[in-house]
């Protein structure tokens, strides 16, 4: 029938955007590439964002690529090593590019001049 058709396709159109809804209002863009690998890897101790749980606050964040991997490698203090099985090297990478997009420009690192 045409009328229950017609509602159908307005509750599908209702319900998708009601699904959809959240996603559009919290972030326009795509999760970052980096936030897989960090939510897998280092939320557990440092918490969602970066935002520190347990384990020390990584944002803002402001070590090199090299830094953190060897920090993630070798582990220090209370942080234990975390081997290529669990986080690539690839990841890794976009872990600290993750946890830069994250830091505010003038407390990045390599604080790019204008962005
Ligand atoms: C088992 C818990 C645990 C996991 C998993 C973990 N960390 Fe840590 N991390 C710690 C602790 C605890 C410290 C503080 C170590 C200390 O100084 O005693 C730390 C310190 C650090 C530091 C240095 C912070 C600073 O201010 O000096 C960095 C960077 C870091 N972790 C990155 C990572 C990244 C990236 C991952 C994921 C690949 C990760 N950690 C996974 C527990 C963890």
Not at 29 to 38: F, L, V
Request: charged letters at 25%.
């Amino acid at each position: 029938m045409m009328t229950s058709n017609a509602r159908r396709v307005m509750w599908l159109v209702a319900v998708a955007c009601c699904a959809l809804s959240p996603l559009i209002v919290a972030k326009t863009d795509e999760p970052h590439s980096g936030q897989a690998p960090y939510d897998r890897t280092c939320k557990v101790c440092h918490g969602a964002e970066g935002k520190g749980s347990g384990a020390p606050a990584l944002v803002p964040f402001a070590m090199d690529v090299e830094e953190l991997l060897i920090r993630v490698r070798e582990g220090g203090g209370e942080m234990p090593p975390i081997s290529e099985n669990r986080v690539s090297d690839d990841e890794v990478k976009q872990i600290a590019a993750y946890l830069a997009s994250l830091t505010p420009p003038a407390d990045r690192a390599d604080a790019p001049p204008a962005r």
